[in-house]
């Protein structure tokens, strides 16, 4: 029974988050109820202290979150994002760009928008995070121009950023996952088994698929087509408003970003780019691109110190609601991996596992595992110990199963209102967080159903 009570903690977060549409409120309720099982279970009683030392515990849990410096380092990032944001709107440069891009041909129809949004999420694969805000930042004035909605951005950017970084793996995950992978003997190098997850990644390749058939047809459904109704029957502040001045305010910037990062990769991973440390790598790009962007305005003489200094800080507050919900997700994520949510999850597929459908059960433990921690990171740290076993006992194919469980990790993350990437996809399309989740929900359940059904297939003809 004890076990069944671990899923309480995401459930609280689900049901709030439907009910009420608060999810700051769902979040620290969730909290508040992981730390107070952690107490009972820790105490192994119900003592009247309980409430006080679970509150209390809520406030260290999100003390010890902060205090990890990878932790710091995302929060510092999504706070300077808001800054450099400002800056570039704030510039003229956004306005700026979108003429010149529209003025050249480059994105002169809504089409020609979304293709330039997908490629540009789709060669900057080398960090998630990196891919979601450099697509994000360059096209949301675009977006404003061609009277598309920010939650379709929204969409766009988050469904094509991770399944590009799951099937390329040139970067943080790939080296990640051969990390995880080294302790096992599959039959062949580990380099070769990730390599051929590529054609099984069907949660991946159908949710790139939707996003395609979403920007070629220009049609949305669900969710996303009212808000894309909304956005056509109200007036809204767009970037776009400020007076344009040079397209370089936005894409020196933007370049330095990428550049730094890249930079930077190579940096803390001694000369090897897939090996450097991502949460590093972004944090300082982004204050170098601040700093660029505040010296090009100085430097422009339209702005002084202090007027740089308070465009910096309203960017800043602008985002803070949206960083405050990226701190509890992460505090969540910490207390639901002491309280061992996703490894109960895991067991309850590991029990009943017929073999034709391991790829299948494995790709749905790792969406509930995905979905209810926030992190597809620690969903593979939880499954791939479980899924190569499984391959060494059985004589699985081992590109098969890692295939599902990665694919069962990006679908859960993209279903999840507390997963890191979900939020930072907001932060870049300036979207809120709640209706990005809302309107990307059925197009990522639409595709795990056509997932699932593949897994099912790809387990009969295969073991």
Not at 1 to 15: F, R, S, V, Y
Not at 170 to 182: C, F, K, V
Not at 268 to 292: P, Q, W
Not at 329 to 345: E, P, R, V
């Amino acid at each position: 029974m004890a076990d069944w009570l671990t899923l309480i903690p995401a459930l609280i977060a689900i049901i709030i988050v439907l009910w009420r549409k608060e999810v700051i409120l769902a979040l620290l309720l969730s909290l508040c109820c992981s730390e107070l099982l952690l107490y009972v279970f820790s105490n192994n009683s119900l003592d009247p202290s309980l409430v006080l030392h679970g509150s209390i515990n809520t406030i260290e849990r999100i003390v010890a979150v902060t205090a990890d410096a990878s932790n710091a380092r995302i929060l510092m990032f999504s706070l300077l994002v808001g800054g450099l944001l400002a800056y570039m709107r704030d510039s003229g440069g956004v306005s700026a760009t979108v003429e010149m891009l529209v003025r050249k041909g480059i994105a002169k129809t809504p089409r020609q928008a979304g293709l330039l949004t997908f490629f540009i999420s789709s060669v900057t694969f080398i960090e998630s995070n990196l891919s979601s805000l450099t697509a994000g930042i360059s096209s949301r004035g675009l977006f404003d121009k061609f009277k598309m909605s920010r939650a379709r951005l929204a969409y766009i950017i988050d469904s094509t950023s991770a399944p590009i970084c799951i099937i390329i793996l040139l970067n943080g995950w790939g080296a990640y996952i051969l990390g995880l992978l080294s302790n096992y003997s599959l039959g062949e190098n580990a380099v070769s088994v990730l390599m051929g997850t590529i054609v099984f990644n069907f949660y991946a390749l159908f949710a790139l698929a939707a996003v395609l058939y979403t920007i070629i047809t220009g049609k949305v459904h669900g969710p996303l087509r009212r808000a894309e109704q909304k956005l056509a029957s109200q007036a809204q502040a767009t970037e776009i408003n400020e007076t344009p001045s040079h397209p370089s305010f936005m894409l020196v910037p933007l370049f330095t970003l990428v550049a730094a990062m890249l930079g930077f990769m190579m940096m803390t991973g001694d000369g090897k780019l897939v090996a450097g440390s991502g949460s590093k790598s972004v944090l300082y790009a982004t204050t170098v691109a601040c700093l660029v962007a505040y010296s090009m305005m100085l430097f422009s003489r339209r702005f002084n110190h202090q007027q740089l200094v308070n465009i910096g800080f309203k960017g800043i507050a602008e985002l803070l609601p949206l960083v405050t919900i990226v701190l509890l997700s992460l505090s969540l994520g910490s207390s639901l991996k002491l309280l061992g949510t996703g490894t109960f999850i895991a067991s309850i597929v590991n029990e009943n596992l017929p073999l034709v459908l391991i790829p299948a059960l494995l790709f749905l433990a790792g969406g509930l595992i995905s979905v209810t921690t926030g992190t597809s990171w620690g969903t593979f740290a939880i499954l791939i110990p479980i899924g190569m076993p499984m391959v060494e006992l059985l004589g699985l194919p081992p590109s098969l199963v890692l295939a599902a469980i990665l694919s069962g990790g990006v679908f859960g993350d993209h279903c999840s209102p507390i997963s890191d990437s979900t939020a930072v996809s907001s932060v870049a399309s300036g979207c809120d967080l709640l209706e990005h989740v809302k309107t990307q929900l059925p197009y990522a359940l639409a595709c795990g159903a056509l997932a699932l059904i593949a897994f099912v297939i790809a387990g009969v003809i295969m073991i």
